[in-house]
Structures are given as C-alpha cells and as structure tokens.
C-alpha cells in the first residue's frame, strides 16, 4: 500500500491554491450582479440615499445646461445639485409648502405630463418597427426617384439695368463665377453664385421655370423676381436619386413614432366625453373636443 504524505510538496499546494483562486474568480464573475452593485449609493442627505440612477435622470432633465462639461465634472455638479435638491425640499415640507393650492395644481399639472409622455413615448416606440420604417423609406423613395433637379449658379443684382451689364459681360467671355464673386449682392456670391442642386419647388417659380428649362452650360436673359433681378447658368442636371435607407432612418423612425402617437392620441379622443366651457355654443357638436389641425405636443422617443 502507498504511503500517503502528510503534506504535498509546496509546489504542488502553490498550483492547487492558484487553481482554486481561479475556479473561484470564475464562479464569481458567473454571479449575477446585484441591483445595488449596479446602482450604488453616491451619497445620502440626513439618512436618504441618491444612487447613480437618480444621478442619470437629473442629467437627463438638466441636459442644455450640462453640454459643455466633461464627464466628471458633469457628475460633480449634478449629485451637488441632488443633494441641496434634497435639503431644499425637506425644508420645503417642514414648512408644508405640499399643501398650497398651487403646489397641488402644479404637482397634477406635472403628473399627467409624465403620465402622458411615457404612454406615448411607449406607443412611439412599439410602432417603429424595422417593417414600418421601412415601408416609409419605399414610398417616399419612390415619388424622389426620376424627380429632376438642377445645379446652378446665379448673379443677384437690384435692377434689370445691371443685370443686362452684366449679361453684355457675359457675352463676351467673362468668367460666370468670378462675376458672381464681385457683382452679386446675394450670400453665395463668395462660393461664385452656386446653389448647388435644387428641385423645382425649391426654388421661386420665376426662377425655377428658367432654371429648369436651360440647358447645361447655358445662360438665362435677366430674370426679375421678388429678390431682384438674376442671371442663371444651369452647370448640370440629373434624376433625384433617393438617399440611403441607413442615412435618413433617425428622421423616418421619428416621423413614424409621432404619427402613432398622433393617431393614438385621435383614437382616445374619441371615446372621451369632453365638454369645453368656453365654447357652449358647441358643447353638444360631437368634435367640439377636437383642435382644428388636430396637434398635441408628442412625447420624446
């Protein structure tokens, strides 16, 4: 039978201590994190605590003011705030400032606005689906693509006197930008006249009928409109081609976003019973409730 030592050689023991450690480190990274691990106390005020989370929802409401710092300085000043926030509104219930009339109305002013905002900021976000936005992107795709746009330049001028001057220039070689640098009273004179690419309805129709009638490479007659009086010169034209679906989604997943919470919005309201003092009148008309162009300020997604 073999003799068992009554200790291992210390080289032995050092690995199996090392793994141990090892295993045991492992095991400890596999825990679930703690809420209050994730959430920790950053300070307390006479016994009540202010944890990162309230730290992160004054950031978010302070936001404007708060743009020009750097991260923790941003933090220093915002759990500063917390705390005299805290101070402040214990004193504010010593002196029972809750039980004002207009601390009451304003505090159920403030809740129905909350209550508002994460409803429809809720609504906002189940209707911006991949399917959804993409469905937009297609049908506004469609009516840009084989739309006509035009690159142009133009010399801005007061009356129709200089614009025929500058035409005679024109005509006998001078070059168009450089007389758009020097003559020009309009703010893209110092870009040499250019109004880079532009639709039809972008432009007064004055302007954009002659626009879009020249030719590349051509120069209009003077064109008087209500900013004075032009020479255009047409450098290019092509079909509108659609933007990428990635380059506009943040405005599509806006506009789909604010259009359910518009219609869900119209769908409560019809089922309301509201009755406007104010326009007696019309009390008892069955859309007397809703605003002409039907607008509600939309929560934030």
């Not at 129709?160 to 070059?175: F, M, R, S």
């Not at 120069?219 to 255009?232: A, E, L, M, N, Y």
């Not at 019973?273 to 162009?293: G, H």
Request: one cysteine or more.
């Amino acid at each position: 039978m073999t003799n068992t030592p009554s200790h291992a050689h210390p080289r032995v023991g050092a690995r199996i201590a090392a793994a141990a450690s090892g295993l045991a480190m492992a095991l400890f990274a596999c825990l679930p994190v703690r809420a209050e691990d994730a959430n920790p106390v950053l300070a307390k005020v006479n016994g009540a605590e202010i944890r990162q989370s309230d730290v992160a929802l004054a950031e978010e409401e302070l936001g404007p003011s708060l743009a020009q710092m750097d991260p923790a300085t941003k933090k220093d000043n915002v759990l500063a705030f917390l705390i005299d926030m805290k101070i402040v509104a214990k004193a504010a219930e010593d002196k029972k400032i809750e039980d004002r009339p207009e601390f009451k109305a304003r505090l159920a002013f403030t809740r129905n606005r909350l209550l508002m905002d994460n409803l429809l900021a809720a609504e906002g976000k189940a209707a911006t689906t991949q399917e959804a936005m993409k469905k937009v992107y297609d049908e506004a795709a469609k009516q840009i693509a084989g739309e006509q746009e035009v690159h142009a330049r133009h010399i801005l001028v007061e009356t129709e006197d200089q614009a025929k001057a500058i035409e005679a220039e024109l005509k006998k070689g001078a070059d168009f930008a450089e007389l758009a640098k020097t003559k020009s009273k309009d703010p893209g004179a110092s870009d040499g006249g250019d109004l880079g690419f532009f639709t039809k309805d972008q432009m007064v129709p004055e302007f954009a009928n002659v626009a879009f009638s020249l030719e590349p490479g051509k120069i209009s007659d003077p064109v008087k409109t209500q900013f004075g009086w032009h020479i255009i010169k047409v450098e290019e034209k092509r079909n509108r081609k659609a933007p990428d679906f990635d380059q506009v989604k943040p405005q599509i997943e806006t506009y789909v976003a604010r259009k359910a919470q518009a219609e869900y919005v119209a769908k409560l309201r019809e089922s309301a019973k509201v009755e406007r003092m104010d326009q007696a009148s019309n009390a008892s008309a069955p859309d007397a409730a809703k605003p002409s162009d039907g607008t509600m300020a939309p929560a934030k997604k």
